[in-house]
């Protein structure tokens, strides 16, 4: 039996990253994964790159531009005649960004040594891990480990009233690779990932009808942000209808019926293609025995503690089969600092500074606390906010819808959150995270120097307007 000194369970952003991290201290390391694409190869990197984060971004900027061709160009000064769609070219474009990021994971892999083992792995001891073999008809392979770092990730919720046939019925990763636009798209969920695909399938040409059981849209975001991203996102022909709980769904072969009940009563509505986009649950089950004894929640998540550790032997956790936020970059920082634990130094993961994106148009971002969470903790904050109309730069892009919105503490001025919607905010949002993970004061931004004409002088403003300073609009008194 090989014996590493650390195996990584799962390839995808957390685990490839802990992988990488081991190696480049040194340490002995396999990591294995499961993952096979449509043609029955190895593919690492996880949900993040094969059906997630990266096919969806690449799908979000390829309907972006398409939509811009066909709309948006017009005030430019610029006219094209008879934009058409290839959609076929547009999946293609997609399906190669992602196979030279498969094969960009293997690469690192190889480059720091990281032994890459095909195959479903079970830890079967808190020492061993068997390997299963995916392609050659189930071989087992023990190996060997003095430490294990357990990241399977998630799969998506499945609704028993809407099961996922692949057909008409899918989840996030069959709406990743429609063969053709849908007439009429049906989505459960507004969460996230059924905004992204919704705004990717709605700018394509399809009638977008996003159904949601809750009456709050976005609970997650800051309140004022969530209700200006209902606005914008329903003004641009979204659907979205909240407090619709979607009670049954059938495929008649031709057309999806959906049954959901509002206020008013039932209601059905057909539609060509139904994505379910209800959620994503840990994958924790078939992943270890019980003698390693540890612990899973409920909910199905591994417990830990803040470094990420089991509480049983060498046993470590990352990602999404763990607490927080299912997000590939809070995985990534786990798989570091688990790594550096491992190697014995004193890896750390600022929970509070995690930025949250969607990838939407407007693009809604935030980190830190929610004006509604300060609040409901009774701490007094000062806020400023600073709309992309009164931005030179925001003009100029023709993308003045949105604002930035800073919240500090009333008493010492520390910056507890920020929030933002409006164009480019998956990259403004990066400042902020800067600012909170080096304590800075809503004062420290404002004698920061932005440059001029730049989308990141509406943070400097917002900062600036927490004590009525903003220099490009008039200063309500507060
Ligand atoms: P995963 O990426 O799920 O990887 C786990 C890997 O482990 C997989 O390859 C799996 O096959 C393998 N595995 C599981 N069990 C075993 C086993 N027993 N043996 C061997 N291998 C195993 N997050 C963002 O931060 N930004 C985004 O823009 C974003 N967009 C998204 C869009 C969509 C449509 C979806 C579905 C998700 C998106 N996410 C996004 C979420 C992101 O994909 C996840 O948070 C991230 O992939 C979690 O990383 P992970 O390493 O924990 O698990
Ligand atoms: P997220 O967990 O952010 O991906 O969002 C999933 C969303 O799906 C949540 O807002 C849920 O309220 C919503 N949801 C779950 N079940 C149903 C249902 N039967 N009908 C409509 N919406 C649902």
Redesign the pocket.
Known sequence: MTNYDVIVIGAGPAGYVAAIRCAQLGLKTACVDDWLNDKQQPALGGTCLNVGCIPSKALLESSERFLDARTGLEKHGIEIDNVTLDLAAMMARKNKIVTELNRGVAGLFKSNGVTSINGHGFLKNKNTVEVTDGKKNGNKLNIGAKNIILAPGSKPVE?G??PVDNKAIVDSAGALSFHEVPKRLGI???????LELGSVWHRLGAEVVI????EEFLPMADSQISREALRALKKQGLDIKMG????SAKNSGELVSVA?ETTKGKQTDTFDKLIV????KPNSTGLFSESTDLIVNTRGFIEVDEHCYTGQHNIYAIGDVVRGPMLAHKGMEEGVMVAEIIAGQSGRVNYETIPSVIYTHPEIAWAGKSEQQLKAAGTSFKSGSFPFMASGRAKAAGETGGMIKVLADAKTDRVLGVHMIGARCSELIGQAVIAMEFGASSEDLAMTMFAHPTLSEVFHEAALAVDNRAIHMPNIKK
């Open positions: 609704l009233i809407a459960i969920g507004a969460g996230v990932i059924g159904l949601e059981a809750m619709a709980k979607v009670l959901f986009a209800v959620g994503r």
